[in-house]
């Protein structure tokens, strides 16, 4: 039975609208985007997780700060080492000597020499000036420390170091021989009845000159500046061991 025009619109009109197509055109996915508040939303929780570790990081700070310091107010540690006068003297004596100070100083040695006897009455005679430099070090004999120069309170908190008197180091006195000059010369005198120039500045004027190099610092205070730097090396060097109040004493020289 044929439809009449008026049958196809009406079964055109009644299917699903999910059915209808248009020839020639493709069916479009639509994006869904999704909406401001499901950003807002994520963008809070995120803020509250970062708070949230946050809080737990600095609470974890906190309690193992308070806990290491406790720890050191009431000495919990049972590892905690106890420092005595024989560590510290131990400690201290690892060097033997020890230079705080070096003064730099000039002095002129004198020396002249002639025969003796009824040869004195001859003309012949041998002299020098000589401008002598050198460098005179000071500082402590740390060998004569003992246990019984350091104390230590019971808490282990307080100590007190007393050391030795502040001395010239003689035997390491260093002749500037660079820059020391001979500043007059005269010799008349045969070596066979004088030493020759050499003899005469080994024996006679370099131990002169050491001991002229070492009056000369001590009259400039290299003693007194020596137990002043060791004084205060020695207050630095307790408290890097961990004392709290520290007394050095520099004994004075008898």
């Not at 044929?2 to 009406?10: E, N």
């Not at 946050?54 to 806990?67: H, N």
């Not at 005679?125 to 402590?140: N, T, W």
Request: proline share 5%; aromatic share 8%.
């Amino acid at each position: 039975m044929s439809k009449t025009a008026y049958d196809t619109a009406q079964a055109i009109v009644q299917q699903p609208t999910n059915q209808l197509s248009r020839p020639g055109t493709v069916d479009l996915a639509v994006t869904v985007r999704p909406s401001a508040l499901k950003t807002i939303l994520g963008f809070i929780g995120w803020t509250l997780f970062s708070a949230a570790a946050l809080l737990a990081i600095v609470t974890l700070g906190s309690i193992w700060l308070t806990t290491s310091t406790v720890r050191d107010i009431f000495n919990l540690d049972p590892q905690t080492k106890i420092i005595t006068g024989d560590t510290v003297i131990e400690s201290i004596k690892q060097v033997n000597k020890q230079i705080f100070i070096e003064h730099y100083d000039a002095v002129d040695i004198d020396y002249s020499e002639a025969p003796s006897g009824w040869l004195s009455l001859l003309p012949i005679k041998q002299s020098f000036v000589v401008l002598l430099k050198g460098r005179v070090p000071a500082g402590f004999d740390l060998s004569q420390l003992s246990p019984s120069d350091v104390w230590i309170s019971s808490d282990g908190r307080r100590v007190q170091l007393t050391l030795p008197p502040p001395e010239i180091f003689a035997e390491n006195v260093n002749v500037d021989f660079e820059h020391s000059r001979i500043l007059t010369q005269s010799d008349t005198c045969p070596e066979i009845l004088c030493q020759d120039s050499l003899t005469a500045f080994q024996q006679q004027m370099l131990p002169q000159g050491r001991k002229l190099l070492i009056q000369a610092s001590e009259q400039s205070g290299i003693l007194d500046q020596a137990a002043q730097d060791g004084q205060r090396y020695y207050e630095n060097f307790l408290k890097s061991l961990g004392f709290q109040e520290v007394r050095v004493i520099v004994s004075a020289d008898d």
